[in-house]
């Protein structure tokens, strides 16, 4: 049998506050000895448990590609539930195209203020939608909720595909807006639920890897119907919204539910079957299998602790916490992350891709098209190596060396659209650099703060407050998406330059935060992590967490996997 390797990993030297009151000397003597024990268990996977006798992490089988085969399962539920990423993608590619489709602007003529609104609207019902779903998240199943929010997202795209005036088509954008808000934040959730500790970061890779992809695909798609003849040139590429939301309505009825929800309402043996399906083992062996039953008490524990800490998720008490002195510093980093995503300019490019393009001196409605197309499959490329570094340079300096580039290439294009925004013909190498420097930029956010504004936001808050600073941090995005979809038409309309100045601005402003605000994340634990933030409160969330895993039975479970021929040597 072949076994996932884990590495033991050294306790601090540092002196620490004391949380182990009540556990097992027999246990702590074994694993300071052996500085920690490796343990294999019968139905395949591995447990290691640090010499502190508390730390611990364990795997069901390997990581990386041969992981995802392993856990084909669970791979596939993960990869479905994306679904929602993709219609989240698609809508922002595919409204790029329809805004310079000749058809539709001989129907319905708009002004800059009016193209801002038709695309902002969506953000702005997506940040009800959003909202709705964190506060209403527990309260229902995670798949029944998934499958209305797919309903009113298909509601949307129908209004939108058969829309006879302009207003039709606004209403359908804020309504299908709703359901992308509401996916957006049920999607990630039901996915980090159902993933194996080993994938989880492979796995929730794979939602924005399908929002990038929704992109590439809709905007090439709007590309392909553009000389259709009538309004089926956008009709066509509006209703085949259709087909991600259906997909996921029908998926809703196979998906297995989310064990974490079922451990929170209290059907432990549910939860306990579930696990065993999404881990591809049978009902007899999950009873046995000490990785499951470790599993579901992580999250009996996880559950009881955010219980403590709140009963009501509604509370305007517990969300005013958030603005307390010992959480405000991470409730800011959460709030300015999201708005230095947004207010990079990213969206602009992605929502009005042509009209920027033609600013910086490109002719010809093919030539603009792919150019503008070009900038979503760069971001699409940019996720992997993303993927591949997160980790292992850490959060801070991909956020300060992407701001830094990210600044260059837009103060680069301002001052080219400045210089030779009159006579672009005359200039074509300009021109050319300057769909240059977008290509950089594009590149440097898929790097940057791209996938970081989605993984900061839970690695500062504790995990009593985790689920509600995500929450406040995916309001800010969709705030700030809104007022970039409202006022980029306006500003282009009075000065491309100074638009992609403001950008350069913000670009810069971003590199200043994250060079002398930001804390570095990766791989710190919470001890240090409240060190930075000035507050104790991952220490006292630490402390809760030991004593559930005594009264729940965590610890006496690890001591019984370990051989008791080696606990008799203690002895």
Not at 76 to 101: E, K, T
Not at 171 to 184: D, H, K, Q, T
Not at 461 to 472: E, I, T, W
Not at 488 to 495: D, G, I, K, N, R
């Amino acid at each position: 049998m072949t076994h996932h390797d884990y590495t033991v990993l050294p306790t601090s030297s540092e002196p620490r506050e004391d949380v182990s009151e009540g556990a097992d000397p027999i246990l702590e003597s074994l694993l300071r000895d052996n500085k920690g024990v490796t343990l294999y268990t019968p139905h395949g996977g591995s447990l290691v448990v640090h010499e502190d006798g508390h730390a611990y992490n364990f795997s069901y089988g390997p990581s990386g590609i041969s992981g995802l085969v392993h856990n084909r399962y669970a791979v596939a539920c993960a990869a479905f539930a994306g679904i929602g990423g993709v219609s989240f993608g698609y809508d922002q590619g595919v409204i790029s195209n329809v805004l310079v489709m000749k058809d539709f602007l001989a129907r319905w003529p708009i002004g800059p203020w009016e193209k801002g609104l038709m695309t902002a609207v969506l953000e702005l019902g997506a940040l009800f939608g959003a909202i709705t779903s964190g506060i209403l998240a527990d309260k229902y199943c995670r798949r029944q909720s998934i499958f209305f929010a797919s309903i009113i997202f298909c509601l949307g795209s129908g209004l939108q595909c058969g829309a006879q005036s302009l207003n039709d088509l606004i209403i359908g954008r804020a309504i299908g807006g709703f359901g992308v808000g509401a996916l957006s934040m049920l999607s990630p959730l039901y996915m980090a639920e159902i993933s194996p500790p080993e994938l989880r970061g492979s796995l929730m890779a794979l939602e924005q890897l399908a929002i990038v992809l929704g992109v590439v695909f809709g905007f090439w798609t709007g590309f392909l119907t553009r000389h259709i003849a009538g309004s089926a040139s956008w009709r066509i590429p509006l209703a085949l919204q259709f087909l991600p939301g259906i997909s996921l309505c029908l998926g809703c009825f196979v998906l297995p539910p989310s064990p974490r929800l079922l451990v929170l309402r209290g059907r432990i043996d549910d939860a306990r079957s579930t696990l065993a399906k999404l881990r591809l083992r049978t009902p007899d062996e999950a009873k046995e299998d000490p990785l499951i039953q470790l599993e579901l008490l992580e999250m009996q524990i996880n559950v009881a602790l955010v219980r403590q800490k709140s009963t009501d998720g509604l509370s305007r008490e517990t969300w005013a916490t958030l603005f307390g002195r010992e959480y405000v510093r991470r409730t800011l980093i959460g709030i300015m992350i999201m708005f230095f995503q947004q207010w990079s300019g990213i969206n602009a490019l992605l929502y009005y891709g042509p009209t920027l393009v033609e600013s910086i001196g490109m002719r010809g409605d093919t030539v603009t098209l792919l150019v503008s197309g070009g900038i979503g499959i760069i971001q699409f490329l940019a996720v992997f190596p993303a993927i591949i570094f997160l980790d292992r340079w850490g959060r801070k300096p991909l956020l300060k060396g992407g701001s830094a580039i990210m600044a260059v290439s837009h103060f680069m294009i301002a001052i080219l659209i400045h210089l030779f925004h009159d006579d672009w013909e005359s200039n074509t190498i300009a021109a050319w650099v300057a769909v240059f420097c977008t290509y950089i930029f594009t590149a440097a956010y898929g790097m940057s703060f791209g996938p970081i504004g989605w993984v900061l936001p839970s690695e500062v808050f504790p995990l009593s407050m985790r689920s509600k600073g995500v929450s406040l941090s995916t309001a800010s995005n969709w705030i700030n998406n809104f007022l970039i979809g409202l006022i980029t038409p306006p500003l282009m309309e009075m000065s491309s330059a100074a638009t992609f100045m403001i950008f350069a601005c913000a670009c810069f402003g971003a590199y200043l935060w994250s060079s002398y605000v930001v804390p570095e994340t990766a791989g710190v634990s919470l001890e240090e992590i409240d060190a930075v933030f000035g507050s104790a409160a991952g220490q006292e969330d630490r402390k809760r967490k030991c004593e559930l895993e005594r009264e729940l039975g965590l610890h006496d479970l690890i001591k019984g996997l370990i051989p008791s021929e080696a606990l008799d040597r203690q002895e």
